[in-house]
């Protein structure tokens, strides 16, 4: 009989891998039925300098493969290593809650799609007046279309 989630992480330290399992069991317990938690499997990085390198100091998706309903109960987390202990711990528990919308069905990959997609939207805004010549001449050789 499984006791809650299972965890597997790589990367950082012993203290922060305990600290981040711990914290992950935790939030699954406040934020998932038992039936959920139980079944829960997270696949977490922790990855220095993940906010230098990628503007975020942490993400969470589903892993589509395995699915319940069309709702997901493998998810990959990556943290950034780098942070102290209380905004690794706060970075989970964020993460945790975006676990549960997912799992509730409140919060699907169209959503989040459809933000990446604003975003594409408004930059094409800024530059799209650019016709295709100006963009390529105006490209670094070597990375010209």
Not at 43 to 49: A, F, G, K, Y
Request: aromatic fraction near 6%.
């Amino acid at each position: 009989m499984n006791t809650g989630p299972l965890v597997f992480i790589r990367g950082g330290t012993k203290v922060q891998r305990d600290v981040v399992t711990d914290c992950i069991g935790f939030c699954a317990d406040q934020l998932l039925h038992k039936h959920m938690r139980d079944k829960l499997v997270m696949d977490v990085r922790l990855i220095r300098d993940l906010r230098d390198k990628e503007e975020t100091k942490g993400d969470v998706v589903p892993d589509d493969s395995e699915c319940e309903d069309d709702r997901p109960i493998e998810f990959e987390m990556r943290l950034d290593a780098s942070m102290n202990m209380m905004g690794l711990i706060r970075a989970v528990c964020h993460e945790m809650v975006h676990v549960k919308q997912y799992a509730f069905g409140e919060l699907k990959d169209t959503q989040v799609e459809a933000y990446f997609r604003a975003i594409a939207d408004a930059v094409h805004s800024l530059y799209g007046s650019l016709s295709m010549a100006q963009a390529t001449t105006d490209a670094p050789k070597g990375q010209r279309p």
